[in-house]
């Protein structure tokens, strides 16, 4: 197999794979750990006068945390795919595939965050509230995890294109 550039496979193609590997664990960690420091405000707002609902007040750390293993797992199936030589086709569709969980997991973070936030203090003072907080979590968390399924499906078509 030669290594000499063509106009479909150049040498600068698995830049854009890296960069796809890259912007998913940056962008879905971004989210995640805005989630858990925003949560967490909360969380220990809310353990000042209810210190007996710490423990339940975690959910919204814990799924937000879930964020980050997403882009976690499509940067290491993205990094798998990397070759020498790979067509131009392949690093696009692993740039689109990183973007695609990063900016999710980043707006499913911010969303855990600020739900998580209010939820915690919330449900400390009426504790009905914690199932309805529950549900808008996981609505929330579901956004990073389109992402993440169009991110596998678009991984999948990376390695169709051969140099």
Do not use: H, W
């Given at each position: 197999?030669?290594?000499?550039?063509?106009?479909?496979?150049?040498?600068?193609?698995?830049?854009?794979?890296?960069?796809?590997?890259?912007?998913?664990?940056?962008?879905?960690?971004?989210?995640?750990?805005?989630?858990?420091?925003?949560?967490?405000?909360?969380?220990?707002?809310?353990?000042?006068?209810?210190?007996?609902?710490?423990?339940?007040?975690?959910?919204?750390?814990?799924?937000?945390?879930?964020?980050?293993i997403y882009g976690l797992v499509v940067s290491v199936l993205i990094g798998n795919g990397?070759?020498?030589?790979?067509?131009?086709?392949?690093?696009?569709?692993?740039?689109?595939?990183?973007?695609?969980?990063?900016?999710?997991?980043?707006?499913?973070?911010?969303?855990?965050?600020?739900?998580?936030?209010?939820?915690?203090?919330?449900?400390?003072?009426?504790?009905?509230?914690?199932?309805?907080?529950?549900?808008?979590?996981?609505?929330?968390?579901?956004?990073?995890?389109?992402?993440?399924?169009?991110?596998?499906?678009?991984?999948?078509?990376?390695?169709?294109?051969?140099?």
């Amino acid at each position: 197999m030669s290594l000499v550039p063509t106009e479909y496979c150049p040498v600068y193609s698995p830049f854009f794979g890296v960069m796809g590997a890259t912007a998913s664990i940056v962008f879905c960690c971004f989210g995640a750990a805005y989630g858990t420091a925003k949560s967490g405000v909360g969380l220990t707002s809310m353990g000042v006068l209810r210190p007996d609902l710490i423990i339940k007040g975690v959910v919204p750390i814990v799924m937000a945390g879930i964020i980050g293993i997403y882009g976690l797992v499509v940067s290491v199936l993205i990094g798998n795919g990397f070759q020498q030589r790979m067509a131009l086709y392949s690093g696009f569709i692993q740039l689109g595939a990183g973007l695609s969980v990063g900016l999710a997991g980043m707006a499913a973070g911010f969303a855990v965050g600020i739900v998580g936030d209010a939820g915690v203090r919330a449900s400390a003072q009426q504790p009905r509230l914690f199932t309805g907080m529950v549900l808008v979590l996981i609505f929330a968390e579901v956004l990073a995890l389109y992402g993440l399924i169009v991110a596998l499906i678009l991984n999948t078509k990376a390695s169709d294109a051969v140099c």
